[in-house]
């Protein structure tokens, strides 16, 4: 089933619910753009958070999960994405994030160990809420930033607001 992973974890290193005035097909329809967009893009670990590794850069690589697999997020899989959204939105879309981190200059860049996440966006009416899990890897970006930037790039679309943080109050 596409968007949906069977084995998605139970246990989760960060949830974060957004507001939003977008339906479900049209954000999702803008999140499978942005990843695609960000796919193989080089940021300066400053673009993405604050950094932990000096002189580093980041390349992002996200799939889309199909039953027990990602597919890359390229352009055939965004068209395919595109179309099955035509019929229905989903209720819920797997992802997976592979953050590459390289040290140095673009003559001299070494790489580093890299950080692989699952993402989880569980879709409802004019919110959604995104589920973290830190598969393995370093931890060079949190969860928390890895939420941050991708919200970001989502908003950045848009002359309004996209995605709105839900403050949760501490209990």
Request: net charge positive; hydrophobic share 35%.
């Amino acid at each position: 089933m596409i968007g949906f992973y069977e084995n998605f974890p139970v246990n989760i290193h960060r949830i974060e619910t957004f507001v939003t005035p977008l339906s479900s097909k049209r954000l999702q329809r803008r999140i499978i753009q942005v990843l695609h967009d960000i796919n193989r893009r080089t940021f300066s670990f400053e673009e993405v958070a604050c950094p932990t590794v000096p002189e580093c850069t980041i390349i992002f690589e996200a799939g889309l999960a199909e039953a027990k697999s990602f597919n890359y997020i390229d352009e055939e899989e965004t068209r395919k994405v595109l179309n099955a959204l035509r019929k229905a939105p989903f209720q819920t879309m797997d992802f997976f994030c592979a953050l590459r981190y390289y040290k140095g200059t673009e003559e001299n860049k070494t790489p580093l160990k890299f950080d692989y996440y699952l993402m989880r966006v569980v879709f409802g009416k004019n919110a959604v809420e995104i589920q973290v899990f830190h598969e393995r890897g370093p931890r060079y970006i949190s969860p928390e930033d890895i939420v941050a930037f991708l919200v970001n790039e989502v908003n950045k679309t848009s002359s309004r607001r996209t995605l709105k943080r839900v403050e949760v109050e501490p209990s």
